[in-house]
């Protein structure tokens, strides 16, 4: 399930994730459907809009507006070469370093999935780079 919305001048992407994951979750929660695994969200710096997703137990019946941002995927799969454990959320995530490890290895940074991780009570995000080749 996922849920997509645009970005406003001065929005920062880590600022504006976890109010929109509680929203998110609460969305589904009052549906009837309840997460099953961490939450995800891909986008960069820069970017008009970010994706937030996870995991369901079960298919979701989408009724009514279809533009509402929230959409229902069968599954996500990305193969790639690049991931990135950031240990520390409050330090700067290394976006320019993960573009320059691309272009090196001749492809285009196109997004970065960003998978938040409990560990041990702290978060954790792994980094996933959709590459395009050149």
Not at 26 to 40: D, K, Q, R
């Amino acid at each position: 399930m996922s849920y997509t919305l645009d970005l406003h001048e001065g929005d920062e992407l880590l600022d504006i994730v976890d109010g929109t994951a509680a929203y998110f979750r609460e969305v589904l929660v009052h549906n009837g459907y309840y997460t099953t695994g961490p939450m995800v969200f891909r986008g960069l710096p820069g970017s008009e809009t970010f994706t937030l997703m996870t995991t369901l137990g079960n298919r979701v019946n989408m009724v009514g507006d279809r533009h509402c941002g929230f959409e229902f995927h069968e599954r996500l799969e990305l193969e790639t070469d690049y991931f990135y454990r950031h240990w520390d959320v409050e330090e700067p995530l290394p976006y320019h370093a993960i573009e320059e490890a691309v272009a090196v290895g001749g492809s285009r940074l196109q997004s970065v999935y960003h998978v938040i991780l409990d560990f041990y009570g702290e978060s954790v995000l792994d980094l996933y780079a959709h590459v395009e080749k050149r």
